[in-house]
């Protein structure tokens, strides 16, 4: 059993990763602001001993009392619609707030985990992603302010590795979908279920051929967790390498909801990648994790919850 501290606790992630610890007999402390978290996501927690919830803003000093065996820092606004709307918050907590949470972590003695992203890769020059490729990313555009922010978190989190000796690890997270998502987040998948499902346009950007490559939650934080469990500190890819264009996608979703829907095209936005696929080797020969549950099973699954939340 371990003591285990997630910044971001009451988000999309946070929340399916404190399930999985508490059902696995670790005790819990969530940390939230609820910027863009939610209580919903993990009340059914609030009874659960070894459970904790603290609202704090960890861009703020960060104080957890008694001993801590893992920090994992997920606090960050992770949509575009989100990080475009906070700017300077979402630079803080990648800034800031991983400065803290690794301070947290250094003073308990505790493995650090940082939540990076693809979007260090920008748009791509190499296809698909590994762990060597640096990216190509503009530090100033509108998106920089998340990309820059996670490139920088990953940066303090090695700093602290080799100067400090602190037990730290590094996830690349690729798309990710599924139950507890927000309907208004800006997320695709998001967004074209909710659309599907009220009647409305699905919005495409672009041509519709630009791909990005979807992980089911379940699949996400089984390889979140095996990497937590490894000893490995160098950043891994956790993502489902199976590639699909965002018409695909809106064929896919509205096959499944059985919607009559149009689809609506609309200019690309600044800096927006036109292709995002994991390489994954690392993750299967290190954590022996590769994905198992296919786009349209998972679409299924997130369609039934959506269909709940927003009453359809």
């Not at 003695?109 to 748009?123: H, L, R």
């Not at 495409?204 to 990005?212: A, K, L, N, S």
């Amino acid at each position: 059993m371990a003591r285990v501290v997630i910044t971001g606790g009451a988000g999309f992630l946070g929340s399916h990763l404190a399930d999985v610890l508490v059902g696995r007999g670790d005790e819990v402390v969530a940390i939230d602001n609820l910027i863009t978290g939610s209580r919903t996501n993990i009340e059914h927690l609030f009874a659960t001993p070894g459970f904790t919830f603290v609202e704090h803003d960890v861009s703020n000093y960060v104080w957890v009392p008694g001993e801590v065996d893992a920090v994992l820092h997920f606090a960050s606004p992770a949509s575009p619609i989100d990080y475009l709307e906070m700017p300077i918050q979402t630079l803080k907590v990648g800034s800031l707030g991983t400065h803290n949470a690794l301070g947290l972590a250094k003073a308990k003695d505790a493995t650090f985990f940082i939540a990076s992203t693809s979007e260090v890769y920008g748009d791509p020059h190499v296809h698909p992603q590994d762990e060597s490729y640096w990216g190509n990313v503009n530090p100033i555009g509108p998106r920089g302010v998340y990309d820059e922010a996670k490139r920088f978190s990953e940066a303090m989190t090695m700093a602290y590795h080799r100067y400090h000796g602190l037990d730290t690890r590094i996830v690349r997270i690729f798309n990710t979908y599924g139950p507890r998502m927000r309907p208004n987040d800006g997320r695709v998948v998001s967004n074209f279920i909710v659309q599907a499902l009220q009647g409305q346009p699905l919005t495409i950007y672009g041509d519709g051929t630009q791909t990005r490559s979807f992980c089911f939650v379940e699949d996400e934080v089984r390889g979140l967790i095996a990497l937590l469990d490894s000893g490995e500190h160098d950043p891994v890819n956790i993502g489902n390498p199976n590639e699909f264009t965002m018409l695909e996608l809106a064929e896919i979703v509205l096959a499944t909801v059985g919607s009559s829907s149009t689809i609506e095209m609309h200019p690309l936005p600044t800096d927006d990648p036109t292709q995002r696929k994991p390489d994954i080797t690392r993750a299967r020969e290190l954590l022996g994790w590769e994905p198992k549950v296919q786009l349209r099973e998972g679409i299924a699954r997130t369609v039934e919850y959506f269909a709940a939340t927003i009453g359809h």
